[in-house]
């Protein structure tokens, strides 16, 4: 029996034809992972980007927050204390004159004392600003509290707080952010939302601590973008970022303002 064999020359040529494919195949694999790998590449190096972007946006928010912070103070320091102060100079050294009757000497004595108390009062309030006693002392619980009693006493709006979380000494430092966004959120709402009443609720959401604040304001259009580009909400987001954490606004005109802030 005669089995047909392929002749040597074909043979050869299959080869060289699936040695040349499969080279081929090769070079299209390598040159597919190349460029795949490239493209992943250059959308880290642009999401990288985007980060540090962003981070530079936040930090330039706080040092301009800081700066605004600072010329507050300044301006408060100069208006409230240093007029004071002159003053009371002023009345000390009218009280070295040799002319003055008993009632000269305590219509200066007087306003002196009152000038100084004054100057005190204001002094305290400043270091308040700075870091409330509360907050430092107490924690968290007790300075939101007080935050809270301070707008109430302004009779022009109706502060609701809960608290269903334990917080933990250790982040003083976390806790002072916390206290800073919930400040700045207020304010906006009686300054901006003319809000008559605002509630804040801490509690645990699937193991995450979380805060959500809502005031019954005027509201604004959240969904322009324009409208969240503002110093104070330049200043939330940054100091969101140094907590590690997620914030959703949520808000219509006439429908007042809706936030939720994990930390």
């Given at each position: 029996?005669?089995?047909?064999?392929?002749?040597?020359?074909?043979?050869?040529?299959?080869?060289?034809?699936?040695?040349?494919?499969?080279?081929?195949?090769?070079?299209?694999?390598?040159?597919?992972?190349?460029?795949?790998?490239?493209?992943?590449?250059?959308?880290?190096?642009?999401?990288?980007?985007?980060?540090?972007?962003?981070?530079?946006?936040?930090?330039?928010?706080?040092?301009?927050?800081?700066?605004?912070?600072?010329?507050?103070?300044?301006?408060?320091l100069h208006d409230d204390i240093s007029?004071?102060?002159?003053?009371?100079?002023?009345?000390?050294?009218?009280?070295?004159?040799?002319?003055?009757?008993?009632?000269?000497?305590?219509?200066?004595?007087?306003?002196?004392?009152?000038?100084?108390?004054?100057?005190?009062?204001?002094?305290?309030?400043?270091?308040?600003?700075?870091?409330?006693?509360?907050?430092?002392?107490?924690?968290?619980?007790?300075?939101?509290?007080?935050?809270?009693?301070?707008?109430?006493?302004?009779?022009?709006?109706?502060?609701?707080?809960?608290?269903?979380?334990?917080?933990?000494?250790?982040?003083?430092?976390?806790?002072?952010?916390?206290?800073?966004?919930?400040?700045?959120?207020?304010?906006?709402?009686?300054?901006h939302g003319k809000a008559t009443e605002?509630?804040?609720?801490?509690?645990?959401?699937?193991?995450?601590?979380?805060?959500?604040?809502?005031?019954?304001?005027?509201?604004?259009?959240?969904?322009?973008?324009?409208?969240?580009?503002?110093?104070?909400?330049?200043?939330?987001?940054?100091?969101?970022?140094?907590?590690?954490?997620?914030?959703?606004?949520?808000?219509?005109?006439?429908?007042?303002?809706?936030?939720?802030?994990?930390?």
């Amino acid at each position: 029996m005669k089995v047909n064999s392929i002749p040597e020359k074909e043979l050869v040529a299959i080869i060289l034809y699936l040695s040349l494919f499969f080279m081929i195949m090769a070079v299209g694999l390598i040159l597919f992972f190349y460029f795949s790998r490239k493209k992943i590449i250059q959308k880290e190096l642009e999401k990288r980007d985007l980060i540090l972007a962003h981070q530079k946006e936040q930090l330039c928010a706080v040092l301009i927050t800081q700066e605004e912070e600072r010329k507050r103070i300044a301006q408060d320091l100069h208006d409230d204390i240093s007029s004071k102060l002159n003053v009371i100079s002023l009345n000390s050294y009218l009280l070295t004159s040799a002319d003055l009757t008993m009632a000269d000497t305590k219509e200066i004595t007087a306003n002196i004392i009152n000038l100084t108390a004054k100057a005190l009062e204001n002094s305290r309030k400043i270091a308040h600003n700075l870091l409330p006693p509360v907050l430092e002392k107490f924690g968290l619980h007790a300075g939101v509290e007080e935050l809270c009693e301070e707008f109430e006493s302004s009779k022009s709006v109706k502060v609701v707080y809960q608290n269903k979380i334990e917080f933990d000494e250790k982040d003083k430092d976390k806790h002072l952010h916390v206290f800073r966004i919930l400040q700045e959120l207020m304010n906006n709402s009686l300054r901006h939302g003319k809000a008559t009443e605002i509630s804040v609720v801490f509690d645990n959401v699937n193991g995450v601590k979380t805060c959500f604040f809502k005031d019954n304001g005027i509201g604004f259009d959240s969904k322009n973008a324009e409208n969240q580009k503002g110093l104070g909400m330049k200043n939330i987001d940054s100091r969101i970022s140094f907590l590690n954490g997620t914030i959703n606004m949520n808000s219509e005109t006439g429908n007042g303002f809706d936030v939720i802030f994990t930390f």
